[in-house]
């Protein structure tokens, strides 16, 4: 049975040069040989017409790979109604050309284990360490009452590497980065501070960096604490992460097996 996996992020004002989509689909097709394509909720190329058209070159089975932290209204309703399917549901079917073929439905990435290999390894990316650095994580946040889910559990596993960690949010729920940040700089460490977003946009662009008092295109400014001078450093999203491309792999995997 001819498959290919179909990575569907978010789009909009993140796509482009630094989509993570279009990372990631590069590398999974390096280093399994698997056809992948990509596809956005609020750019080009659309969903329903990309799978439509994989249907219509031939592909029998499409591995549907929603590119995001976790589940929520856009992955569990919006992105399974482009693909033709009932919220919460893992499999269907999509036609195209006159030809079918079988969507099989994967999970979102952020809540899995291997998050933790992909914090830490942020963190050494980045010269980090639990003696001198502590960590802030920036989500998007969510006005649902499920809140982020995978939020406390990624913090947590930086928290067992020995990192003071404190979990942010850009809007809808506190603490905020001001709030969290404020915090940080109290216990006097240098900070990290990792976007946990899928890929660039205006609020990783413009509204955390604002927030973290960073001028321009900086990633990094300093502060004074009465031990002398620290660092805030500014990293990229976590879904540019080498590391997440191993994640996805992981949830194709599972697809294949059901």
Not at 85 to 104: F, N, Q, T, W, Y
Not at 136 to 164: I, T
Not at 178 to 190: F, H, T, V, Y
């Amino acid at each position: 049975m001819r498959t290919a996996v179909l990575i569907i992020a978010q789009g909009g004002d993140s796509a482009g040069a630094a989509d993570a989509a279009s990372f990631h689909a590069e590398r999974i097709t390096k280093q399994t040989g698997m056809e992948v394509r990509t596809a956005y909720l609020h750019s080009l190329p659309g969903i329903a017409e990309t799978a439509a058209a994989m249907a219509a070159d031939g592909i029998e089975r499409i591995i549907a790979l929603p590119l995001f932290m976790t589940d929520g209204y856009l992955p569990d309703k919006v992105v399974r109604m482009k693909l033709g399917l009932s919220p919460g549901a893992m499999s269907g079917r999509v036609s195209g050309g006159g030809k079918e073929a079988d969507i099989v439905f994967t999970g979102t990435f952020g809540g899995r284990q291997k998050m933790r290999t992909v914090l830490v390894q942020a963190c050494d990316a980045n010269g980090a360490s639990p003696e001198r650095t502590s960590v802030m994580l920036v989500f998007h946040g969510s006005n649902g009452k499920e809140g982020v889910p995978c939020a406390e559990p990624c913090a947590g596993y930086l928290k067992e590497r020995g990192y003071l960690t404190e979990v942010a949010y850009n809007e809808f729920q506190s603490p905020g980065v001001e709030e969290a940040l404020n915090g940080l700089m109290r216990a006097g460490k240098d900070i990290l501070v990792i976007p946990m977003f899928v890929s660039p946009g205006k609020h990783t662009a413009e509204d955390i960096p604002g927030k973290l008092g960073l001028e321009g295109s900086a990633r990094v400014r300093s502060f004074e604490t009465p031990g002398g001078p620290r660092r805030i450093t500014y990293t990229h999203e976590i879904g540019l992460c080498p590391g997440v491309t191993y994640i996805l792999k992981d949830l194709i995997s599972e697809a294949f097996a059901r």
